[in-house]
């Protein structure tokens, strides 16, 4: 007899290709800390979805974001809509014979839930986090936000109770029919690729690019 799922496992079921799902917490935490951008689904009071991309970081059980507070889609979540907050790293392409086989290799996290507002009391830290995940190094240097720039952001906590993740990273998975072409299949690994550091052209002073932003270029 099989167990019934829970309403939970239901939701986050991989139903197409369930072999590439991951239950590992460990394997989320790796697309969530390797991402820069998340993607954050929200239904507006007409009914009408919006999908808007959001900074992101994870912090321990949670991942924050944050926007405008005057924007009605923040201020929607912070009201209490259901949200969907996806990433994907695309890290390579599967060229099979057919194009129908032809695929991608990525890993993808999909987190469901209720996010929550972070208190006034602990949204500098909050913005700590999301800094040090986007720009490692840099809140030590740069001005941390004033009283006004604070009231204008809001920062949004979602939990992460309820998630998915599926892992693409295999071979070319040709119909035995076509093991015979005469074209080459395999794979083609992608990376994000970083460019030299290029100073402001209001630069004022003689100030060398910092060592950690050379640290995220590998110079």
Known sequence: ??????????????????????????VLDAV??????????????????????????????????????????FRGLAAGAPTCLTVTLLEGLVVARSTFESSMHYRSAMVLG???????????????????????????????????????????????DEWSVKVSDGPPDDDPGDLDRPVWAGTVAMSVAWGDPVGAPDLRGDHPVPGYVRGWTGG
């Open 1 to 26: 007899m099989v167990a019934a799922l829970s309403s939970t496992e239901d939701r986050t079921r991989v139903r197409r290709l369930p072999e590439k799902q991951v239950t590992d917490r460990a």
């Open 32 to 73: 969530l800390d390797a991402a820069r951008v998340a993607h954050v689904a929200v239904v507006d009071e007409a009914s009408r979805p919006y999908v808007v991309p959001v900074g992101h970081a994870r912090d321990g059980d949670v991942v924050l974001f944050h926007g405008s507070t005057g924007s009605r889609l």
């Open 114 to 160: 209720v996010a929550t507002r972070v208190p006034d009391d602990d949204k500098l830290r909050a913005l700590e986090v999301l800094t040090e995940h986007l720009l490692p190094g840099r809140w030590p240097d740069a001005r941390h936000p004033n009283a006004k720039e604070l009231a204008q952001t809001m920062v949004l906590s979602l939990p992460l």
